[in-house]
C-alpha cells in the first residue's frame, strides 16, 4: 500500500525508519530486501519507478533443482532450522569487503561500455523508459563487487555482461508492461542489447 511504500522509501533513502513520530536510524551495514509474488497482486500496487530504481538487483529465483528439493522436503522444521543458524560473517569483515569493493578499478573503456548499454536501453524501440544515470552508476558499483568476489581488483567485460539484465531489468518499462511489471521480457530486451553492442578490448 502506499503507507508501506513511504516507509519502504524511508529506509531505502534516509536510512532511517519512523515509528509514532520517533525517528530510528538503521545499523551499518544495512540491506534491504524484497519479495514479489508472480502472479497475486490482490491488495497491492505496483512500486512506482522512482522506488523501483532504488533497488541494486531483480533476481528471479525460479523452483530448486530436484535434489535441492528433496532436501527441502526432508528437512527439518523452518523455526528450527533459524535457531541453528550461525553467523559466516563478522560486521567488520563485511564491512572491509564493502571497502575494497571500491577500491576495484575500472578502467574507462569499460565505463565507456556501461554508458553505452545505458544508452541503448533509452534508445531502443521496444522500451518506453530506458535505464537511468543511478542504474548505470549501480552497475559500476555492482561490476567491481562481482570482480572482488572473483578474487580480482579490476574488472572485466565479463563483469558487466552477466550483471547488466539483473541490474536493468527492473528499471526499464517496455512498451507491454508497466513499472516492474515485464521484468522477463525487459530481461530477454537486455540480452539481446548486451549481444548487439561490442565488448571493448
Avoid at 50 to 55: A, C, G, P
Avoid at 137 to 150: D, I, M, S
Amino acid at each position: 500500500t502506499p503507507k508501506t511504500q513511504s516507509a519502504l522509501l524511508e529506509a531505502m533513502s534516509d536510512r532511517q525508519v519512523s515509528v509514532d513520530k520517533v525517528t530510528y536510524p538503521l545499523p551499518t551495514p544495512f540491506m534491504l530486501l524484497a519479495t514479489q509474488n508472480p502472479l497475486e497482486y490482490s491488495g497491492t500496487f505496483p512500486l512506482p519507478e522512482s522506488q523501483l530504481d532504488r533497488f541494486t538487483m531483480s533476481i528471479k529465483m525460479g523452483y530448486p533443482d530436484s535434489n535441492y528439493e528433496r532436501e527441502i522436503i526432508k528437512s527439518k522444521d523452518p523455526a528450527l532450522m533459524l535457531q541453528e543458524l550461525e553467523p559466516v560473517v563478522t560486521t567488520e569483515d563485511l564491512m572491509e569487503m564493502q571497502e575494497l569493493v571500491h577500491l576495484a578499478r575500472v578502467d574507462e573503456d569499460l565505463v565507456g561500455y556501461i554508458l553505452e548499454i545505458a544508452a541503448a536501453t533509452r534508445s531502443h524501440k521496444g522500451i518506453r523508459l530506458g535505464a537511468s544515470p543511478r542504474a548505470a552508476k549501480t552497475l559500476y558499483r555492482c561490476a567491481q563487487a562481482r570482480a572482488v568476489l572473483l578474487g580480482r581488483n579490476y574488472c572485466v567485460p565479463d563483469d558487466i555482461k552477466g550483471l547488466a539484465a539483473p541490474v536493468f531489468a527492473h528499471r526499464i518499462i517496455t512498451l507491454e508492461t508497466g513499472p516492474g511489471e515485464g521484468v522477463d521480457g525487459a530481461q530477454a530486451l537486455l540480452e539481446e542489447i548486451v549481444a548487439r553492442i561490442g565488448v571493448p578490448v
